[in-house]
């Protein structure tokens, strides 16, 4: 069962367009976080989301995490190839299982110049 | 700073044979974890570690175990490799940051092929 569904599971685009990604759970997190991911490394944490409703921005990502903290979606703005890579959402637990990640498949997202 | 550190990079193992993948963390992190990575499926947790001495499984535990003798060191074992273990495995370390939430720092991974 998996506890994250992330959609889409693939995203070809061309560099300079606009792109998000969903992240969907009938669970509530702690947390949620967004990775991504390059091939022969592992994945590298972008941003934590903990406030139902809370949007954080990181240059051209923006993060949100839904009122429930059920959700999240990233937007990418202006995409360019350095862009290019495997997203990654995982939801945090709390107490006895903090520390513990569950992760949605991913989205491999590639950007063409 | 060396952060999360596994060793081998690759590995190729026969069926029935055993090893140990190692993981060592210079962050004082109480917690670490061990996952596995296939095409398709995300990452999916094998076993975690709250503490030193303290271990528990995830999604996927059958077929490894870990120990947490230090702080520092949480090692995962593969008693007699399978086929269906051919991954790349992940160690991660984090700390409790409150608010923030988990703070999770992951290593390069671990190429695994049992042949």
């Known amino acids: 069962t998996q506890l994250l569904e992330q959609s889409p599971q693939f995203l070809s685009i061309q560099e300079g367009e606009n792109l998000t990604v969903y992240c969907n759970s009938s669970?509530?997190?702690?947390?949620l976080q967004w990775y991504r991911q390059e091939p022969g490394e592992g994945p590298v944490l972008l941003v934590t989301?903990?406030?139902?409703?809370e949007v954080k921005k990181l240059k051209r990502l923006t993060f949100q995490f839904g009122d429930a903290r059920k959700d999240s979606s990233l937007h990418i703005t202006a995409a360019q190839p350095g862009d290019t890579g495997l997203y990654l959402c995982?939801?945090?637990?709390?107490?006895?299982?903090?520390?513990?990640?569950?992760f949605g498949r991913g989205t491999q997202l590639t950007v063409w110049p | 700073n060396a952060g999360v550190t596994q060793t081998p990079k690759f590995q190729v193992l026969k069926t029935g044979q055993s090893m140990t993948l190692q993981c060592a963390q210079d962050?004082?992190?109480?917690?670490m974890s061990w996952y596995r990575q296939d095409p398709g499926m995300g990452l999916r947790l094998i076993h975690y570690?709250?503490?030193?001495?303290?271990?528990d499984q995830g999604e996927v535990p059958n077929g490894y175990n870990v120990s947490r003798s230090t702080t520092e060191d949480f090692p995962l074992r593969l008693l007699s490799a399978a086929p269906s273990q051919t991954s790349v495995y992940f160690c991660?370390?984090?700390?409790?940051?409150?608010?923030?939430?988990?703070?999770?720092?992951f290593g390069e991974g671990s190429w695994l092929t049992v042949v």
């Open positions: 991660a370390s984090s700390y409790s940051s409150g608010n923030s939430g988990n703070t999770i720092y």
């Open positions: 669970s509530v997190f702690s947390s």
């Open positions: 989301v903990v406030t139902g409703g």
């Open positions: 995982a939801g945090g637990g709390r107490g006895s299982t903090l520390g513990r990640l569950y």
């Open positions: 962050m004082n992190h109480e917690y």
């Open positions: 570690s709250v503490g030193a001495g303290i271990t």
